[in-house]
């Protein structure tokens, strides 16, 4: 309050005791006849340009100003909301990779599995087929040991009779040689063949 008492006790001042403060050749605002005339250009220009401020121009400049604040709390809400649709994308992602990981960490096991079933079976048919393959020597060397020593016997007699024939020059009967061979057989029977 005090500087606006000063104020106009300056102004009252100006207008009763202006021509003491101004010279005749000087400035004219402060001349005393001119005064109504600058208050009255002051106050139609001051108000022109005050109806003017607050007619036209404040109020577009409040309406930016409103449309700006409500374009950021547009735009902020908008970024809120992408935001969150990124976290939740962003959660969806890591859950569809972690549940990718861990449904191949089970193909893998199920075809490890399935390989090792495999191999197992391969293996328990393999060993089955070296087991028969082997029961079938078996039983063939059996055979053949059975057999061998008729055909031995065989062999023989008839290499003998053939070699008796050579060295005498006549022949002999088959059935002598063959029991001599049979004796000797009988008599070498289980040095030979374990029995």
């Known amino acids: 309050m005090p500087k606006k008492n000063t104020l106009y006790l300056t102004l009252f001042s100006f207008l009763y005791y202006?021509?003491?403060?101004?010279?005749?050749?000087?400035m004219p605002q402060l001349n005393p006849e001119f005064w109504i005339s600058q208050i009255f250009w002051l106050t139609l220009i001051f108000g022109s340009l005050y109806v003017l401020l607050s007619k036209l121009i404040l109020p577009k400049i409040s309406n930016n100003l409103e449309a700006r604040k409500s374009q950021i709390a547009e735009n902020i809400e908008f970024a809120e909301k992408q935001r969150k649709e990124s976290d939740q994308k962003l959660k969806d992602y890591e859950k569809i990779i972690n549940?990718?990981?861990?449904?191949?960490?089970?193909?893998?096991?199920?075809?490890?599995?399935?390989?090792?079933?495999?191999?197992?079976?391969?293996?328990?048919?393999?060993?089955?087929?070296?087991?028969?393959?082997?029961?079938?020597?078996?039983?063939?060397?059996?055979?053949?040991?059975?057999?061998?020593?008729?055909?031995?016997?065989?062999?023989?007699?008839?290499?003998?009779?053939?070699?008796?024939?050579?060295?005498?020059?006549?022949?002999?009967?088959?059935?002598?040689?063959?029991?001599?061979?049979e004796d000797i057989s009988k008599k070498n029977e289980g040095k030979y063949y374990g029995n």
Request: proline content about 1%; glycine content about 4%; aromatic content about 2%.
């Open 99 to 181: 549940d990718a990981k861990i449904e191949a960490k089970n193909i893998f096991k199920q075809a490890r599995e399935k390989i090792l079933r495999d191999i197992n079976n391969k293996k328990e048919s393999l060993e089955k087929e070296i087991d028969n393959e082997v029961s079938k020597a078996e039983k063939e060397i059996l055979d053949l040991k059975k057999k061998s020593p008729d055909k031995i016997n065989k062999i023989a007699i008839e290499a003998s009779s053939d070699l008796v024939k050579q060295i005498i020059g006549a022949e002999v009967n088959n059935s002598n040689i063959s029991a001599i061979v």
């Open 18 to 26: 202006g021509k003491a403060l101004a010279s005749d050749e000087g």
